[in-house]
């Protein structure tokens, strides 16, 4: 039964940490490295994070320099960053480093994204309720006395209750953020 928990738990926990890394690439007013996480550089013939061939400063609150480890490797940020997916504004300086100027976000622009982060909230909640869906089925299979297995699913609707709220303060922790002039 423990086992069936942890399994569980475990399950949710993945489920909000990819939430997390999910919601991480909504970008804010302000600037955040981690929104280049799931840039990858073709880089000598293999693909590469972005953090592994360059160092990401935050010079000031709405901007991003990327410096290169090696200089060689400018046009194939560039080119990256453009077929990322995250329409940034950005300059090559002196052929060595990019820098990213974040816009300030206009009020329906920010309505937009918390829209967008509702629907992917609610994806993640479906998660987790998936992953409560399965231990309940494995519960049922294990022939348990009946009041056992009431305890047990107790248990794991309590921790199912705990992850989404956890989801849910997360969800409002982002709102903030985005709704911040």
Request: hydrophobic share 35%; with cysteine; net charge positive.
């Given at each position: 039964?423990?086992?069936?928990?942890?399994?569980?738990?475990?399950?949710?926990?993945?489920?909000?940490?990819t939430y997390e890394?999910?919601?991480?690439?909504?970008?804010?007013?302000?600037?955040?490295?981690?929104?280049?996480?799931?840039?990858?550089?073709?880089?000598?013939?293999?693909?590469?994070?972005?953090?592994?061939?360059a160092q990401i400063?935050?010079?000031?609150?709405?901007?991003?320099?990327?410096?290169?480890?090696?200089?060689?490797?400018?046009?194939?940020?560039?080119?990256?960053?453009?077929?990322?997916?995250?329409?940034?504004?950005?300059?090559?300086?002196?052929?060595?480093?990019?820098?990213?100027?974040?816009?300030?976000?206009?009020?329906?622009?920010?309505?937009?994204?918390?829209?967008?982060?509702?629907?992917?909230?609610?994806?993640?909640?479906?998660?987790?309720?998936?992953?409560?869906?399965?231990?309940?089925?494995?519960?049922?299979?294990?022939?348990?006395?009946?009041?056992?297995?009431?305890?047990?699913?107790?248990?794991?609707?309590?921790?199912?209750?705990?992850?989404?709220?956890?989801?849910?303060?997360?969800?409002?922790?982002?709102?903030?953020?985005?709704?911040?002039?």
């Amino acid at each position: 039964m423990d086992a069936l928990i942890l399994e569980t738990t475990n399950c949710m926990d993945r489920v909000i940490q990819t939430y997390e890394k999910e919601i991480s690439k909504i970008r804010t007013g302000r600037a955040n490295p981690d929104i280049l996480d799931h840039v990858k550089i073709n880089s000598y013939g293999s693909f590469e994070p972005l953090k592994s061939i360059a160092q990401i400063k935050v010079p000031e609150a709405r901007q991003l320099l990327i410096k290169p480890y090696d200089p060689n490797s400018i046009k194939a940020i560039v080119e990256a960053l453009n077929h990322s997916g995250l329409n940034l504004q950005f300059t090559v300086e002196n052929n060595n480093a990019v820098r990213i100027v974040f816009p300030i976000l206009t009020e329906d622009v920010r309505k937009r994204l918390v829209r967008d982060l509702a629907k992917i909230t609610e994806e993640f909640r479906i998660k987790i309720r998936n992953c409560r869906r399965e231990a309940i089925q494995k519960l049922k299979v294990q022939n348990l006395p009946e009041d056992n297995e009431k305890k047990s699913e107790q248990s794991i609707q309590k921790l199912t209750d705990e992850k989404v709220s956890l989801i849910n303060t997360i969800d409002k922790e982002k709102i903030s953020d985005l709704m911040q002039v």
